[in-house]
């Protein structure tokens, strides 16, 4: 059943964005706008048991016509859709305006953040994007939304140095960074690229308690130094409590590696 009724959603949605978009930015974003909202008034009335059966449906149709749109409108990855992140909608977009993301917490966790994530790149003058509708409760599951992207260009190629958050209950959160190139027309999202003491990786990711940053005037995060070609992330100690103290991995020509 569930599997029927997700297909139906589906056509529904694509229905619609035909009808609806014309071409046209604005109306593209109405629409997105229009139901965004709605994720965000049920979210907020969760409470009321009947209000989860029309956040789950809400938030199935506007990714599926997040994806959609941004699937088959190439000026999609450079629209700013401003409305969009006045509700919430996290947009990262490359330098070089070839990959973005679009994040939104769903509100359906219990405790932290719920989020699906499309993933949207230019291939050979077309646009690609990737619906990541992951379920609470799935094994491995890590809910992240992707908050910046530094572009790397290094032996020819492109790497796209995505940093992440995520929120698992009210003490705890982590951050990371995931790299990500685009390769014979798909985009890979585990290139071999980070070199620690411990192995060769396509992340890094930390966790830290939240009362260790009550007093911080800013929140920590990972930056990319594009000049010195060095990634710096905050060091968390033993106890999970973060420091103001930095690790920093330095470009050698094939790896970002650890300095001592």
Not at 30 to 52: C, E, M, P, Q, T
Not at 214 to 220: E, G, I, L, T, V
Request: net charge positive.
């Amino acid at each position: 059943m569930k599997t029927i009724k997700l297909i139906v959603i589906f056509c529904c949605c694509l229905t619609s964005a035909h009808l609806f978009a014309q071409n046209s930015p604005q109306s593209i974003e109405s629409d997105l706008l229009r139901i965004l909202k709605r994720v965000n008034y049920y979210g907020a009335h969760k409470k009321d048991w009947k209000a989860i059966d029309s956040l789950q449906k809400q938030n199935k149709i506007f990714a599926f016509k997040l994806k959609y749109y941004t699937s088959k409108y190439p000026e999609t990855i450079s629209q700013p859709f401003t409305s969009l992140v006045k509700e919430r909608l996290v947009i990262a977009t490359s330098a070089d305006g070839i990959f973005r993301t679009y994040s939104w917490n769903t509100q359906l966790g219990t405790k932290g953040f719920d989020i699906y994530n499309v993933l949207q790149y230019k291939n050979n003058g077309q646009t690609i994007s990737l619906l990541k509708m992951d379920t609470i409760g799935k094994k491995g599951y890590m809910p992240l939304w992707y908050s910046k992207i530094f572009t790397f260009t290094a032996n020819n190629k492109t790497y796209y140095l995505t940093t992440y958050n995520s929120v698992y209950s009210p003490a705890k959160v982590g951050q990371g960074l995931k790299v990500f190139t685009i390769d014979k027309g798909k985009l890979i999202g585990n290139p071999p690229f980070i070199k620690t003491p411990t192995g060769v990786y396509s992340q890094l990711h930390y966790d830290f308690d939240v009362s260790s940053i009550a007093d911080w005037k800013s929140y920590p995060a990972i930056y990319f130094d594009k000049t010195a070609q060095t990634i710096h992330t905050p060091l968390v100690d033993y106890n999970h409590k973060m420091t103001h103290k930095l690790i920093t991995y330095k470009f050698t020509g094939r790896f970002f590696e650890k300095l001592k």
